[in-house]
């Protein structure tokens, strides 16, 4: 039986001698494995490549055909090594057929000007929420793997368009080791906004692509919870454009999400 936690599922990733792991159902979106997951598959591929550690400055994903739990293996590769920039891409594959595929930009720090982000960080608590709990039977069942909870609307299927989103997020598993993959999943937690216009479940939506830069190493990040915010852009045939911030508990800003769903009334 595959392990359940995410630690688990990825430790046998990159201990593995030829890139698989296996995960069962309690990941699963619909037909396919959630997204934060199967993108992790690749990251974790890509870090094992790199021939001394290099924080990601950046990761783009296109997730090609649903991702069906059992086994699966990543074909990854460097594409380029420079003197501080490493590029390399990874297929997350499952029974013969590309799934998912990724690229990611690992790069050493450079002297260079600093200009802070000039977001506001004003999180609203956690004693003033919604817990996923509370709203379990609207979410996947990937939920139970995360504590969290809604703080600024957008939950899916209230029956009124809400264009934005915001909850705290942290893992349930022990992720310190595996910096990269822990911000990575929690970044593909929020669910399309669109979602909020409807009433009752179920509306089958998915990522096309997802682009997600991180403003700081990851190996930066402090403490175990995340603040989410998520906008919901604009919205029409079929396909919505969403973006996001992250940021960790102590007010760093981690990373900025981008994504192209699509959703089927």
Known sequence: MPASDIYSILTALEQSSNNTTSFGESWSQGRSAFGGLAASFAVTAMRR????PQPIRSLMVSFIAPL????ISVDARKLRQGRNVTQASAEVISDGGICLQAMAVFGNPRSALKISPDYVFQPLPRDQSLAFEANAKRLPAFFRYFDGC????????????DRQLAMWVRHRAEM??????????IADIPPPLILSHYDKPPLPSSSLSWSLEFVIPPEDVTGDWFYLEYYLEA?????TQQAGKIWDESGQLCALSRQCMVYFE
């Open 150 to 161: 809604w703080v600024g609307g957008g939950q899916p299927f209230a029956g009124k368009l």
């Open 49 to 52: 490549l790199l021939s001394s």
């Open 235 to 239: 919205a029409a045939d079929g396909y």
């Open 68 to 71: 069906p739990p059992g086994e």
């Open 176 to 185: 310190t080791s595996m910096p990269v993959e822990r911000l990575v999943t």
